[in-house]
């Protein structure tokens, strides 16, 4: 049964495939960085100006508060309050994330991509949600294999490879953990069994979908769309676990998706882990293409 | 995990070569068309793969509220999720519990010489006030905030971090207005229940029918140029023993 395992294991992580599919993937998850980035230049200097909500000062007390070492929270932007530096620095983000969707640079771009998120994220401090360590760990797996340059037309690019399997595996893996961590959470309050956690999304105004007038004598939408909400989620991470079903799998996995960003007003979370779908999905090309091949 | 001795991928291509046992521990073995990798690269990845799911499968779990080991094994594991921006903390992963740090507050000020319960609400970044929702947030990062501020404020009502970030927002605001108090406000969220027995009495929702909870309150005082805050403190509320049996117990 080991010997089973094991075969398992280096046939999932071990196998070529083509970075065609990884190209997809990193135009999409690039492109989600990029507007990542342009989401703090309106706000810039409201949030992190001399006098913004989190001046350099506010975010000190909040590092110090957690008794976090300053030396792990590391960021250029740290040393000034200017609005327009953290502007320039937001706008320069979004350029090399669209240098990086392009291919141009290789692992280069990808590792000055990594540290630029790594910088703002520990920047914004406070203003983190579960986005930002998605971001961090995307763009670490792409430096491990990039995948093919759109404006490159060497053969060479497009031959199928394993780092190309782990990196996919990687996204697979790490988006499947995700939304798993979220369902079990979701699932730890009565809320979500209750069929109400909808309601209270709506009314606190975190929904970008909902509001209270719209949702009133409705109890039933109410209900049907917190169990859509949990039952699209636990479907995709059942779906998309297997070879046969894994087109449903997907379907489920962009519904849940668009859940999260319309109804919970996770807007750039959810885009980015629809992006991570491309993942699950061009696995399937790969496996046609080869078979026709062979 | 990986005990295979031979490459694991055989591709369909005349020129792909295969790694052989005197290939083992070479590290890499290419071929015109693949690269396969040697045992010890496997063995190599794969233990990076289960270490760092291991490690995120922790931040996760350990979020909002670890376990006594949890706590300390994300404290040993912190030089890496944190320089990574791995770690989870309070970060609501669950979308919401319904819980009062689930809701976002307001930030309001008082004016030196207006009447006493005239609050101005300030505009924060990104959120929309809306007359349709009692709070309307554009994006979640002002929740992400507030819900931190929150437990702090629950937790620790004096602490420095919460007269930090009001002496920053009475600053920000100086120059418009004589500001000589602040505080963080969360309103009221109706249960479907409640606000259904609003709407079909016909009664409006708003402050008078659910007054909204005072988070956090400090009071401005101008020091130099600079304003800074003296949070107000409830007053220790102590009582004594109804006997001296339990008051030596």
């Known amino acids: ?294 | 995990m990986v005990r295979s001795r031979k490459p694991v991928k055989r591709v369909a291509s005349a020129e792909t070569k295969e790694a052989g046992p005197e290939d083992r521990g070479s590290g890499e073995v290419r071929s015109a068309h693949l690269t396969t990798f040697s045992s010890k690269v496997q063995i190599t990845i794969s233990i990076l793969v289960v270490l760092h799911f291991s490690i995120l499968i922790l931040s996760l779990s350990a979020n909002l509220s670890p376990s006594f080991l949890q706590g300390k094994l994300v404290d040993l594991l912190g030089p890496y999720l944190i320089t990574t921006g791995q770690e989870y903390g309070a970060v609501p992963i669950e979308i919401t519990h319904a819980e009062p740090i689930d809701f976002a507050t307001l930030v309001q000020v008082h004016e030196r010489g207006a009447q006493p319960g005239e609050w101005i609400s300030l505009a924060l970044p990104g959120v929309i006030d809306s007359t349709a929702r009692p709070v309307n947030f554009a994006n979640s990062r002002w929740t992400n905030l507030s819900r931190l501020l929150r437990l702090i404020a629950e937790e620790f009502n004096d602490s420095d971090v919460l007269a930090e970030f009001a002496a920053s927002i009475a600053n920000r605001h100086s120059q418009d207005m004589d500001i000589d108090a602040i505080r963080i406000l969360a309103p009221h969220v109706p249960s479907y229940d409640k606000y259904e027995e609003l709407r079909l009495a016909g009664l409006p929702f708003n402050e008078s029918t659910f007054p909204p909870v005072i988070a956090y309150y400090a009071n401005v005082v101008a020091q130099g140029e600079q304003l800074r805050v003296i949070p107000y403190l409830e007053p220790l509320r102590t009582s004594k023993p109804v006997s001296a049996e339990e008051g030596t117990k």
């Open chain 1, 1 to 294: 049964m080991i010997e089973q395992i094991i075969r398992a294991w280096n046939r999932f992580w071990f196998s070529p495939a083509c970075p065609s599919q990884l190209t997809a993937l990193r135009i999409a998850v690039c492109t989600v960085v990029c507007v990542w980035f342009l989401s703090f230049i309106p706000h810039a200097d409201a949030w992190f100006g001399p006098l913004g909500l989190l001046s350099a000062t506010v975010g000190h007390a909040m590092i110090q508060f957690e008794g976090i070492a300053a030396w792990q929270m590391w960021s250029p932007l740290w040393w000034t309050d200017s609005k327009l530096v953290f502007q320039v620095f937001s706008a320069c983000g979004a350029l090399l994330s669209l240098i990086c969707a392009l291919g141009v640079g290789g692992r280069v771009s990808m590792s000055l991509l990594l540290l630029g998120c790594i910088a703002l994220i520990h920047r914004i401090v406070w203003l983190s949600g579960p986005i930002e360590p998605a971001i961090v760990a995307f763009v670490g797996f792409l430096i491990v294999q990039p995948g093919a340059s759109v404006l490159s037309r060497r053969s060479s690019q497009s031959q199928p490879s394993i780092p190309t399997n782990i990196v996919l595996r990687l996204f697979q893996t790490h988006w499947w953990i995700l939304l798993a961590a979220g369902v079990c959470s979701q699932l730890a309050s009565f809320n979500w069994w209750q069929g109400d956690a909808v309601w209270w999304l709506a009314a606190s105004g975190r929904s970008n979908l909902l509001s209270l007038p719209l949702l009133g004598g409705k109890l039933w939408l109410i209900n049907l769309l917190t169990h859509a909400m949990v039952a699209s989620q636990i479907l995709a991470l059942w779906l998309i676990s297997t070879t046969v079903a894994r087109p449903l799998g997907i379907l489920f996995g962009a519904l849940a998706c668009l859940g999260i960003g319309l109804i919970a007003d996770q807007l750039l979370y959810a885009m980015l882990m629809g992006s991570c779908l491309l993942a699950f999905q061009l696995r399937i090309t790969s496996y046609t293409d080869s078979t026709a091949a062979t």
